[in-house]
């Protein structure tokens, strides 16, 4: 009789990533996933703890655009698990979701605590260990994971360690490593707004949010994400108002009233103040008493509102821009193409993606991605499953 064997698998760190991928390994293989918090305790403040898991959009080229790092890489991570499957996933565990009108993608109970709850419960074949990973040695066909406790063997280990994690793992396997930049926070302007905290605009169809650093809001975490490997300071040009109303007609239809409230119709009253009070306009003098030259500079200050960017501030969801380079990483399966049967997937890549639901996908897909690679491996070699 054939003892029956199964593959050993060890997972290092258990958020979203690493826990996907334990799902669909842990009925065919062993699997232990050292984790040094606790599992899935990344997932709590997500969505602002409501976990915004996916984000509704079915055209792949249109949803990897949604990536600053990592677009073409996950073109063929997608084409195996996306959206569809995602939400297939969540229902299977018992999480059902819906769409929001911007497209993102919810649990129905708005809790990422009852994600996570049912989500651990669905991996109950997965043994956690409380240890923390310090590298792995390949010197053999075993793959040795040394902790703070102890080390253990494995035929495959999978690194999935997040973004804000440090990369010594990875770089003592002699991964190069893309260096780490904050992504989806708010930036400090190098002038002082502090007169418009808490002012709110829509600046290209997003909610921009002075703060008494600078920026915050979806525009900054967005921007913050786009120029994320930019050298600070660097400048941005703001179009402030939307409206289409030449200023002249406001200007004639009310030329009794003061300046700033003329334009507090078309902008919040602070925001208003601000703008005169950078161009040295008396805010009280009346609609009539602006003549074309100082109209056209007001004109000027709106359309092109600049702002210097210093640095990052606190806030927002606090992605990693950097990590593990792709191009040592086989996108069809996860794979090192440095040490055969390791892989990577979740943050610790150089994968980012903007808020919606884009850093949660790409933890399920890569993270499935490598599992079913491990299963097809483990399929074709000669241990039996
Ligand atoms: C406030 C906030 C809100 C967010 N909201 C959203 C959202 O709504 N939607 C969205 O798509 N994305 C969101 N994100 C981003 C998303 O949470 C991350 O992209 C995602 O958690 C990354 O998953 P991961 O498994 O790759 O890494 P992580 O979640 O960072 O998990 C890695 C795990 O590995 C463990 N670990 C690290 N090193 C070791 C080691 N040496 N040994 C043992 N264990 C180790 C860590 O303790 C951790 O548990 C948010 C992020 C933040 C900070």
Redesign the pocket.
Known sequence: MVQESKFKVGI????????MCAYFLQKACDVIV??????????L????G?????HCEYDIKEFVANYPRGEKFLYSVFAKFSTAETIDFFNSIGIETYTQKDFRIFPTSNSSVDVREKFLRAIKYVNFIN????RVNCATDLKTVV?DKGSYNFDFVII???????YN?CKYLGHKIIPPKKA?VGLKTKQNLSALAGVSIKVNGEDLLFTHQGISGPFAYKLSSIKARDKFPYNITLRLSNIDTPLQELLNHSPHKDIKNVLSDILPKSLAAYILGTLNINSSIKAHQINGTLRDKIIEKINNFELTITDTSSG????TCGGVALDEINAKTMESKLIPNIYF????LDI??F?????????WST?YVAAQAILEKSKSSNKLL
Not at 34 to 43: D, G
Not at 160 to 166: I, K, L, N, P, V
């Open positions: 290092i760190g258990g958020g979203p990533a690493g826990c050292f984790e040094k918090n606790s599992p899935l305790k990344t997932l403040p997500t969505g602002g409501r976990c915004n898991l996916a240890e923390k990973a310090l902790t999935a360690t997040g973004g804000h994690a440090s793992i989806l927002g969801e606090v992605v997937c979740g943050e610790v980012d993606g808020c919606g639901g884009f850093n949660l996908q790409n933890c993270g």
